[in-house]
C-alpha cells in the first residue's frame, strides 16, 4: 500500500462536482492532475484550483464515451506529467425519468458515459499500470449500485454495471499475480452541480435523497482509497444502511422507495422550463464542486472516520470491553465479600 501522495493522478469529470473536489483533494497532497471532462470553462476552472495549491496540472478536453478520446488523453497525460499512478474513473451522466419515458438514444448515452466511460478508463490505465506492476485505480460509485431508485433507471444500472465490471477485473489481476490494485468507493448523496443540468422529466427541481454531504467527503475517501487501496469503501451511514436494507429486506426496501422516492428526489420549486442539460453536450460556463445544497449539506461524515480509522476505534472499543470486564470483576468481588 502507498504510504506517500501519488506523484501522478488522472481524474475523469474534474470540471466539477466530486471530480473537482477530487482533483483539490490530490493537489493538496502534491500530485500533479490530469484533468479530464468535456467542458473547458470547468476544466479551467479546476486548472487553476490545482494549481493555486501548488500543483501542476494539465487540461484535457476529452468525452470518456469514446474509447480513443480516453487513449489519447492517457498517453499526453504522461507525455506532459508523467507515469499515471492512480485512474480515478468519476464522469456521469444521467436521466432523471420514469423508466418508460426514457428514451433510446438516452439509455444508450449514459450507459455510454457512466458505466464505458469506466471501462474505457481503466483499460487505459491497465495498459500503463500493468507492466509497470503497480498504480491503483479507484472507481467512484454510488449505494445506487447496490439498491436501485426510481426515475434514474439508467444511472442505477450503469453504477451496478460498474461493480460487476470492477469485481471480474480484480478477480483477473488476483489471477496474474499483480501489484496493480483496483478499489471501489460507494457514494451516498452529495451536493453537485448534477441537480441543475441533468436531464429531468420530473415536474419539480431534482435534488440529492437527503441527508446530503459535500463533495469533500468522498474525495477524502477517493484520496485514502488511492494512498490505502482496499477492495470498496461506503461513505456515509445512509450508503451503508441501503446496502443492509438490500442484503436483508429487498421487498420492503422496494414498497418504501416506491411509496417515497419520487417526492425524496424533488425539492418544492417547479422545474425551470427550457434549461439546458449536459447529457450530449456540456453546459458552458465553471460549475464549480458545490450545488445549490450548501446549507443542507454535511462537511464531514463520522463513518467515514471510523473507516479511516479502523485500527484506532478497534482499539477504542478492546479499551472499552477491557474497562467493563475489570468492573464488573470489581463488583462480583464486592458481592462475594458481602
Excluded at 467542458?39 to 464515451?65: F, N, Q, T
Excluded at 494512498?227 to 450508503?239: A, D, F, K, N, Q
Excluded at 463513518?303 to 470489581?330: E, I, K, N, P, Y
Aim: net charge positive; proline share 6%.
Amino acid at each position: 500500500m502507498a504510504t506517500t501522495a501519488p506523484r501522478v493522478v488522472v481524474v475523469t469529470g474534474a470540471s466539477a462536482g466530486v471530480g473537482r473536489a477530487i482533483a483539490r483533494a490530490f493537489a493538496q497532497r502534491g500530485s500533479s492532475v490530469a484533468l479530464l471532462a468535456r467542458g473547458i470553462d470547468g476544466l479551467e476552472g479546476a486548472r487553476r484550483d490545482v494549481e493555486s495549491l501548488g500543483a501542476r496540472a494539465v487540461v484535457i478536453p476529452c468525452d470518456v464515451a469514446d474509447e480513443e478520446q480516453v487513449e489519447d488523453a492517457a498517453d499526453r497525460a504522461e507525455l506532459e506529467l508523467g507515469p499515471i499512478d492512480v485512474w480515478v474513473n468519476n464522469a456521469m451522466v444521467s436521466v432523471f425519468s420514469p423508466a418508460d419515458r426514457i428514451t433510446p438514444d438516452e439509455y444508450r448515452r449514459v450507459t455510454d458515459v457512466t458505466y464505458l466511460g469506466f471501462v474505457w478508463g481503466t483499460l487505459a490505465a491497465l495498459r500503463r499500470m500493468k507492466p509497470r506492476d503497480r498504480g491503483v485505480v479507484v472507481q467512484v460509485g454510488s449505494a445506487l449500485a447496490h439498491r436501485s431508485i426510481p426515475l434514474q433507471s439508467a444511472y442505477c444500472a450503469a453504477k451496478h454495471a460498474v461493480k460487476g465490471f470492477t469485481e471480474s477485473v480484480r478477480t483477473e489481476l488476483i489471477h496474474d499475480r499483480s501489484s496493480v490494485k483496483i478499489s471501489i468507493v460507494e457514494l451516498p448523496a452529495v451536493n453537485t452541480p448534477q441537480f441543475d443540468w441533468t436531464r429531468s422529466r420530473m415536474p419539480r427541481r431534482a435534488q440529492p435523497v437527503p441527508p446530503i454531504f459535500q463533495p469533500e467527503v468522498p474525495a477524502e475517501a477517493v484520496v485514502n482509497a488511492a494512498m490505502h487501496p482496499r477492495r470498496e469503501m461506503l461513505v456515509g451511514w445512509p450508503t451503508v444502511k441501503a446496502i443492509l436494507a438490500e442484503k436483508l429486506a429487498p421487498g420492503i426496501a422496494d414498497w418504501y422507495l416506491g411509496r417515497t422516492g419520487y417526492d425524496a428526489q424533488q425539492t418544492h420549486e417547479a422545474e425551470r422550463l427550457g434549461r439546458r442539460d449536459n447529457l450530449f453536450a456540456p453546459v458552458p460556463g465553471d460549475h464549480g464542486a458545490h450545488g445549490r445544497f450548501d446549507d443542507r449539506a454535511r462537511p464531514r461524515s463520522m463513518q467515514l472516520w471510523m473507516s479511516l480509522h479502523r485500527g484506532l476505534v478497534a482499539l477504542g472499543l478492546l479499551a472499552l470491553g477491557t474497562a467493563a470486564a475489570f468492573g464488573a470483576l470489581g463488583v462480583r468481588r464486592r458481592a462475594l465479600r458481602w
